[in-house]
């Protein structure tokens, strides 16, 4: 299956892309909230934002894949720049067909062209196939991370 994935600006066509993601088949894994085009624009208005989207090229109508969200950071020191990945959902009807692995591939493209210094992940221990994607892609350093959450009233 060919896969173009393609780096989402504000300058880009939104409709379609958020007509995209709302209309896929997500599951409790993803924690997809439905998207609009001005929350997209509004995140996208950010420097330091990366989002991108991936379709199944292979007939006349693209399919939709996926989509991952992050943010190039400057770290308080050097001017070290990192690639801090927020999300990556690949479509429940589309999995195991490549999309994550090309999702994070442009990702890992994207921090090189930027000059980052590393590229930062999480994701939790019993997600079996995130797990397994990142493991793919051979990572310099696998460390468990505990994570806390605060929510603000």
């Not at 195991?96 to 994207?110: F, P, S, T, V």
């Not at 590393?118 to 221990?125: A, P």
């Not at 493991?135 to 310099?140: E, K, Q």
């Not at 350093?141 to 009233?153: K, L, N, P, R, S």
């Amino acid at each position: 299956m060919p896969i173009e994935v393609i780096n989402v600006s504000n300058k880009d066509k939104l409709e379609q892309i958020v007509a995209d993601i709302n209309n896929s088949d997500w599951d409790a894994d993803n924690d997809i909230t439905q998207y609009s085009e001005s929350a997209l624009l509004a995140y996208l208005e950010r420097q330091d934002t990366v989002f991108v989207v991936a379709y199944d090229q292979s007939n006349s109508q693209k399919t939709f894949l996926g989509m991952a969200s992050g943010r190039i950071e400057f770290k308080p020191y050097d001017n070290e720049r990192w690639l801090y990945i927020d999300e990556v959902d690949v479509c429940v009807d589309q999995r195991k067909k490549g999309a994550g692995k090309a999702l994070m591939k442009k990702l890992l493209a994207i921090a090189d062209e930027a000059d980052c210094e590393e590229v930062w992940l999480g994701t939790e221990i019993d997600n079996d196939a995130a797990n397994a994607l990142y493991r793919s892609l051979d990572p310099d350093d696998v460390g468990q991370v505990v994570g806390y959450t605060y929510e603000i009233d």
